[in-house]
Nanobody, 125 residues
Framework: QLQLVESGGGLVQPGGSLRLSCAASGFTLADYAIGWFRQAPGKEREVVSCISRRSSIKYADSVKGRFTIYRDNEKIMVHLQMNSLNPEDTAAYYC???????????????????WGQGTQVTVSS
């Protein structure tokens, strides 16, 4: 069974950091573009960042300079390092995998074939 599993969410104070991780079972993440999305209550799911199969990277304007997406050295997992978190970052975060090669496609949810169940990130004092 092909699955994506996110981990690393939690409660953090404003200004704090978290690292989210995305792991796969049944397939190899190195063969896929990986996107991180988030969805806050009452809002649409939005792309946060993505890394293409060719390792091109894109970030949403709201997280540029604060978040970093990267594959680990073994390319088994994809991480999202989140720094300088603020309450507006509070959301459920999802990773997704797709077979497209160009980062220009990463913002479209229907380009992804697999989705994880999500991990909650809450930024609050």
């Amino acid at each position: 069974q092909l699955q994506l599993v996110e981990s690393g969410g939690g409660l953090v104070q404003p200004g704090g950091s978290l690292r989210l991780s995305c792991a796969a079972s049944g397939f190899t993440l190195a063969d896929y573009a990986i996107g991180w999305f988030r969805q806050a209550p009452g809002k649409e799911r939005e792309v946060v960042s993505c890394i293409s199969r060719r390792s091109s990277i894109k970030y949403a304007d709201s997280v540029k300079g604060r978040f970093t997406i990267y594959r680990d050295n073994e390319k088994i997992m994809v991480h999202l390092q989140m720094n300088s978190l603020n309450p507006e970052d509070t959301a459920a975060y999802y990773c997704a995998a797709g077979t497209f090669s160009m980062a220009s496609y990463c913002g479209q949810k229907n380009n992804y074939d697999y989705w994880g169940q999500g991990t909650q990130v809450t930024v609050s004092s």
